[in-house]
């Protein structure tokens, strides 16, 4: 009661007030006399109170005060002090807000009231009455006005002010939070919030969580709606896009899209509906010196989970675009090669194959195993499940679509195609394959090979079309021309030959009629005759049908229809010449006549007179030397022989003389200039000689002479006594 009398004693006036007054400023000391400060201790209070409140309860209870409490415990060196400003609510204060500033300068404001929803809040208001656009309503800043060093240092360095966006209204009170910062100026806007939620910032936003983003409500930087950068974006990690159908988009326009397909894969999209709109995905190398062999860029395809590891998870096929040789101004030549692998990471020597695309359009398939049996292989295959005849099963076109004249230019110029002959099942895959080339046309068929091993040309042909030519100038070629099939060829021999002592043959109506052996040609005939013609000019001309036989390029005998009796025009005889020597034929007996008679070598004294014939016959006893495996003669040679020979013109000589009758004519032939014989012209000569009438006349003279009525006997003639006719022989009797 004591000291509520000292305080009573400084009541002054008739109000409750306490004023304190000096001329230099008042100061009002709460000391304690507590000679041991500890933690907690208050020094000294200030009480708001309405003891007298009518209500009673709560409202006579302390409403608010503001205590000086020790942090700690006093000492020589410490008197560290909160300053604490409580109010209530419903009970005394302390239990309702709480504002602490401590000796480090640190200001806490506390709701003291344990239930839901309890919050501090600190309220910044203007008084001012017409708020426009970029009034600030109330702002705190962050000094350091003691700092020695002065200038910048002293300045305002950060603050926060909540700043109008626009004038105020009864509809519009929109703000801004406007946080600031200064390096070496007074603190300037940094980041701000506005009315809108939009937090914009001038500097950088950095946040040194490391959690990971595993869905769109984890992760050191969250956003329930979109985020857009205006500049580059750098990720560290995985970039995760977690919704079905994700696009990323490329471009002002965004007209490039590349967009999850669910459980498949990604959409590359040119988003524009117009002509010649269509997406590229280009791969650059950065290397400035292309030199051959270079990759320029690659796609590769792994496994890398599998199971069974090693070779499994290796690459086992990849794409990539090599250069052909070093780049230059004038050259970019590039493949494009698949590389496959089959035991080991795809490009190990002696693994897996290659398919080249050559920068000059050519195409190369290469088995890169160096084992026996590995080879590539091209194949075309259709997903047609029902084959019937003449469906395509494979096509290979060639054509030039963008040659510039248009029209046939552009078809499909050849072909290489293969279609089913008949329907296909599980017996049967007979099919073809087709060649076909265009003149003026889209190619069709020229050329085929059938599933019977048949090959050939389907089409009616002639010397200019459908036919199989061969030599560099077509000098030879094969058709058939709707009736016939005609072998036609230009220059050169045209040669049928077999390497080995095999036949060449031909048939007709399928029977072989005429076939080569080790000596010659056998025309050959199963049933019926066998016959060989020789046939020239059948319908006009002058030639006649000629059989010639020649050795080492020299003629030595020919046969020749239809000629004169001297052979050379047109007639109704057949000759045999011997171009070299005579004519000859040789019987089973080996017996060799001469056809040709004017052979007098066996005669001593020759011809006995120009243009004489003789008969000549040889037998020639004979050896064999060699035969071949049928038993046929290759070989063989003369041991023997015996001859006979006479001249039939002095023999036919002595019968004219005999006889008196004329019987060898000679003379000349008038020849015309086509070398026809028009006429004959006898010599003229006649026999002087009779000798038999001669006789006769003797021998009549004789039985004139004498009487021989028992005939007499002339050299083995018998001649009888009436008509002198020849009876018997006898004994000789000399005339004389």
């Known amino acids: 009661m004591g000291r509520a009398r000292d305080i009573a004693n400084l009541i002054g006036g008739a109000t409750p007030d306490i004023i304190l007054k000096t001329s230099d400023g008042a100061i009002l000391n709460l000391q304690t006399s507590d000679t041991t400060v500890t933690q907690d201790s208050v020094l000294g209070a200030i009480n708001f109170q309405a003891p007298d409140e009518a209500d ?38 302390g239990s309702a807000g709480v504002m602490t500033f401590t000796s480090g300068g640190t200001l806490k404001i506390k709701d003291a009231n344990t239930s839901d929803g309890s919050s501090p809040t600190i309220t910044l208001q203007t008084g001012d009455t017409d708020i426009a656009q970029d009034d600030v309503l109330g702002s705190i800043e962050f000094q350091a006005p003691d700092e020695g060093t002065g200038t910048d240092a002293i300045l305002v360095a950060a603050g926060i002010a909540a700043v109008s966006e626009g004038d105020f209204s009864s509809s519009s009170n929109a703000t801004k939070l406007s946080f600031k910062t200064g390096a070496s100026e007074a603190a300037a806007e940094k980041m701000s919030l506005s009315s809108a939620g939009l937090l914009t910032v001038s500097g950088r936003i950095i946040t040194d969580d490391t959690t990971d983003a595993t869905s769109t409500t984890d992760g050191s930087l969250q956003t329930d709606g979109g985020l857009s950068v205006a500049k580059d974006a750098v990720i560290g990690d995985d970039l995760l896009l977690l919704s079905d159908s994700a696009a990323i988009k490329f471009g ?54 599998e199971g069974a590891g090693t070779d499994a998870i290796t690459v086992p096929v990849n794409i990539e675009a090599v250069s052909q040789g070093d780049f230059s101004s004038s050259n970019n030549a590039t493949s494009l090669v698949i590389n496959t692998s089959v035991s080991a990471a795809v490009g190990t020597a002696g693994d897996g194959g290659k398919f080249s695309f050559i920068g000059n359009g050519e195409f190369k398939v290469r088995s890169m195993a160096t084992g026996d049996g590995n080879f590539p292989v091209l194949s075309l295959n259709t997903g047609e499940t029902d084959l019937q005849a003449g469906d395509i099963i494979g096509f290979i076109g060639f054509q030039a679509p963008d040659e510039a004249t248009g029209g046939d230019a552009n078809l499909i110029c050849a072909a290489i195609a293969v279609s089913s002959e008949g329907d296909f099942s599980s017996t049967s895959n007979a099919s073809m394959m087709e060649f076909r080339v265009g003149s003026s046309e889209t190619a069709t068929e020229k050329f085929r090979i059938e599933s019977s091993g048949s090959v050939g040309i389907a089409n009616d042909g002639s010397t200019s079309t459908n036919h199989l030519r061969i030599g560099a100038s077509a000098d030879y070629k094969i058709f ?88 050379n025009s047109l007639g109704s005889n057949f ?41 000549k016959s040889d037998k020639y006893e004979k050896e064999i030397i060699e035969k071949d495996e049928d038993g046929n003669i290759i070989k063989e040679k003369v041991k023997s022989g015996t001859f006979i020979s006479a001249d039939m013109t002095k023999v036919v000589r002595q019968v004219e003389k005999l006889t008196g009758e004329k019987l060898i004519y000679k003379g000349t032939l008038d020849v015309n200039e086509d070398g026809d014989v028009s006429k004959h012209n006898d010599d003229g000569s006649t026999v002087t000689e009779n000798i038999i009438d001669e006789l006769m006349a003797k021998i009549e003279t004789l039985t004139q002479r004498c009487d021989v009525s028992e005939g007499i006997t002339i050299e083995g003639i018998l001649l009888d006594g009436t008509d002198g006719s020849a009876t018997d022989a006898g004994s000789k009797i000399l005339l004389g």
Not at 79 to 91: D, G, I, K, Q, R
Not at 256 to 274: F, P, V, W
Not at 488 to 507: C, K, P, Q, V, Y
């Open 56 to 93: 009673g309860t709560d409202a006579i209870l302390v409403a608010s005060k503001i205590e000086a409490i020790a942090e700690g415990t006093f000492n020589a060196s410490s008197n560290a002090t909160s300053l604490v400003f409580s109010t209530a609510n419903s009970e005394a204060a």
């Open 480 to 567: 058939h021309d709707g009736t016939d099939t005609k072998h036609i060829n230009a220059t050169g021999t045209l040669r049928l030959e077999t390497t080995s002592d095999s036949a060449i043959m031909l048939r007709h109506n399928d029977n072989g009629v005429m076939e080569t052996d080790a000596n010659g040609i056998i025309v050959n005939k199963a049933v019926g005759s066998a016959t060989v013609q020789i046939k020239s000019n059948t319908s006009s001309g002058t030639g006649t049908p000629q059989l010639s036989f020649n050795r080492s390029g020299t003629v030595y005998g020919s046969l020749e229809g239809g000629v004169n009796s001297a052979g």
């Open 252 to 305: 002002a326009d965004s007209e490039i899209t590349l967009t999850h397909s669910a459980d498949s894969g990604l959409l590359l999209k040119h988003a524009a509906s117009g002509d010649d709109k269509f997406p590229t995905l280009n791969f650059q190398a950065g290397d400035t010196d292309i030199a051959q062999g270079d990759v320029l860029g690659r796609i590769a395809f792994q496994a890398p989970d």
């Open 575 to 615: 000759t045999i010449r011997a171009n070299a020597g005579d004519v000859f034929a040789i019987d089973s007996s080996s017996n060799s006549t001469q056809l040709s008679p004017h052979n007098f070598d066996y005669i001593p004294d020759g011809a006995s007179e120009t243009g004489a014939w003789c008969y």
